[in-house]
T-cell receptor, first 114, second 112 residues
Framework: KAGVTQTPRYLIKTRGQQVTLSCSPI?????VSWYQQTPGQGLQFLFE???????NKGNFPGRFSGRQFSNSRSEMNVSTLELGDSALYLC?????????????FGPGTRLTVL | GENVEQHPSTLSVQEGDSAVIKCTYS??????FPWYKQELGKGPQLIID?????GEKKDQRIAVTLNKTAKHFSLHITETQPEDSAVYFC???????????FGAGTRLTVKP
């Protein structure tokens, strides 16, 4: 079975731009969660989507948004990029909701904001 | 707010020794406690998890113990090998808003 894939793997943007990251979960998984990982703040939960509905949201500003498609693929969008948005963005999928089933992480997208 | 504290932040052991990493949490309703290993350039990989209805779980050289009364859980790695070197994260699901919270991570170095 193929693992969680994320595209692109690396991205460089400038302040004020917007960015869209993509995540393809493991086949059959219905839950997709997004996390931001930085050296200073560690791993922080952004949001979780399950069956195309946002089920949970972390403590991030409205510039961070996401969606999930009927095939469970998910995208997250960050608008009006700030320098502090530079991070590794990780996607994780599971069969069921977070905490009820094992989460499998993708390799991440490294976003650099200049 | 709710958080997860993880100690130590760095740990260096000799090959063959044991390593123990501890985490404490604040939400007494938490019921799921996974541990992840993250190697350089990769996403976190689940290595073991435990639910609140058991106190200990083992998988070969890895074990996790849970003390719900004290609200802490620990990862135990026995007979460490150089390939165990990585950053380890504990996590728990906070029931009030159902999101996963991670510890700050422990960088484990196993010296050959």
């Amino acid at each position: 079975k193929a693992g969680v894939t994320q595209t692109p793997r690396y991205l460089i943007k400038t302040r004020g731009q917007q960015v869209t990251l993509s995540c393809s979960p493991i086949s059959g998984h219905r839950s997709v969660s997004w996390y931001q990982q930085t050296p200073g703040q560690g791993l922080q939960f952004l949001f979780e989507y399950f069956s195309e509905t946002q089920r949970n949201k972390g403590n991030f500003p409205g510039r961070f948004s996401g969606r999930q498609f009927s095939n469970s693929r998910s995208e997250m969008n960050v608008s009006t990029l700030e320098l502090g948005d530079s991070a590794l963005y990780l996607c994780a999928s599971s069969l069921d909701l977070v905490g009820t089933d094992t989460q499998y992480f993708g390799p991440g997208t490294r976003l650099t904001v200049l | 707010g709710e958080n997860v504290e993880q100690h130590p932040s760095t740990l260096s052991v000799q090959e063959g020794d044991s390593a123990v990493i501890k985490c404490t949490y604040s939400d007494s309703a938490s019921n799921y406690f996974p541990w992840y290993k993250q190697e350089l350039g990769k996403g976190p990989q689940l290595i073991i998890d435990i639910r609140s209805n058991v106190g200990e779980k083992k998988d070969q050289r890895i074990a996790v113990t849970l003390n719900k009364t004290a609200k802490h859980f620990s990862l135990h790695i026995t007979e460490t090998q150089p390939e165990d070197s990585a950053v380890y994260f504990c996590a728990t699901r906070f029931n009030n808003n159902n999101d996963m919270r991670f510890g700050a991570g422990t960088r484990l170095t196993v010296k050959p």
